[in-house]
């Protein structure tokens, strides 16, 4: 596994949640937290990576997660650059190294990766110069650090005794990276209980998401629920949709409606990591009602994306 830390202790990586302990986890949060002031606004700028620069490497489809880390680099006062997978000499045949290697030419420092293919923020990370830094920004259905991070943030500020909290994650945690990280970074955090609920072929193989107890139906899943994060159905990560229902037979079983919340508890909060699926694996009623804190996940996503990057500032080789 590729060391996250420099010998100093700054965060040098951010590839994944797994071998954070609970201090830096919260070191982390707590950051995060001194960007969010009032309803309206985030923290000033801060000059923390001016002359620095920023390139955010996306191979997969972003809105939330580009764009947040584009604010967030451009608050810390970084310059950014954007490469999408099919604008750039990918689609010519350089290999993802050779496209790293003309940026760190072009004396990048931070590189925000998102790709389909296991293991490649690992990689590329271990092949990067000292003094420079990447993060991984969603690696297939594996891993998604500052999504992890974003939601711990908003169930800590929500409800704060997270030792005492029944999470639920619903939906389809087989194919979700966001899953994956949230149940990282709840492990790490000493949630209470967490379950996984969603049809057999949608739940992840028994062996993974230790401890957490597994439901195949929805109405015993939310029982007593604290919150409950809805997934979206990942059909292009799926080699065959056999036994994955419609999205209509899905809604009718496993949709989060008005009427099924009431089995959880009355102060639930509802979380979704976005793109959502309306009427798929949430009503608009839900999604746009009281119990949700959707669009709160979105805010604290730049404030958390804002942190990792500041922290990581601290290891940036040279002056700029
Ligand atoms: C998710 C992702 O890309 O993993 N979205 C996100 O980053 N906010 C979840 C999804 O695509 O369903």
């Known amino acids: ?67 947040s880390f584009h604010l967030a680099a451009t608050r810390l006062s970084a310059d950014v650059v954007t490469l999408d997978g099919d604008a750039s000499s990918r689609v ?19 590189f925000v990766v998102r790709t389909a293919e296991a293991g490649i923020p690992a990689l590329l990370a271990g092949h990067i110069g000292r003094g420079k830094a990447l993060i991984n920004a969603g690696e297939a259905h594996c891993e998604h650090p500052t999504q992890g991070l974003l939601d711990v943030l908003t169930i800590r500020q929500h409800k704060p005794d997270i030792r005492n909290l029944c999470v639920a994650i619903v939906g389809d945690i087989r194919h979700s990276r966001v899953a994956r990280s949230a149940a990282q970074a709840l ?22 998401f230790d401890g957490a107890v597994r439901y195949a139906e929805l109405e015993p899943g939310l029982r ?39 089995a959880a508890r009355g102060d639930v909060i509802v979380m979704h990591p976005g793109p959502i699926n309306r009427e798929v694996e949430i009503s608009s009623a839900v999604a746009d009602g009281p119990h949700s804190v959707i669009g709160r996940q979105v805010t604290n996503g730049v404030a958390v994306r804002m942190a990792v990057l500041a922290r990581i500032a601290e290891g940036l080789s040279g002056t700029p």
Do not use: C, W
């Not at 010519?92 to 931070?110: C, F, I, P, Q, S």
């Open 1 to 67: 596994m590729i060391e996250q830390f420099n010998r100093d202790g700054t965060l040098r990586h951010l590839i994944t949640l797994a071998n954070l302990n609970r201090t830096q986890l919260n070191a982390l949060l707590d950051h995060a937290e001194t960007y969010l002031v009032g309803h309206a606004h985030y923290a000033p700028r801060e000059p923390r990576l001016l002359g620095r620069t920023v390139a955010l490497l996306f191979f997969e489809p972003s809105t939330r997660t580009r764009v």
């Open 92 to 110: 010519k045949g350089e290999t993802l190294l050779d496209t790293v290697r003309t940026l760190e030419a072009m004396h990048t420092d931070v």
């Open 187 to 208: 492990g790490i955090l000493d949630v209470g209980e967490l379950r996984l609920v969603g049809p057999e072929p949608l739940l992840p193989d028994t062996n993974e």
């Open 224 to 262: 007593d629920a604290d919150v409950i994060m809805a997934l979206r159905i990942q059909r292009e990560r799926m080699r065959k949709e056999a036994g994955i229902p419609s999205n209509d037979a899905y809604f009718k079983r496993f949709g989060l409606t008005a009427e099924r919340l009431k």
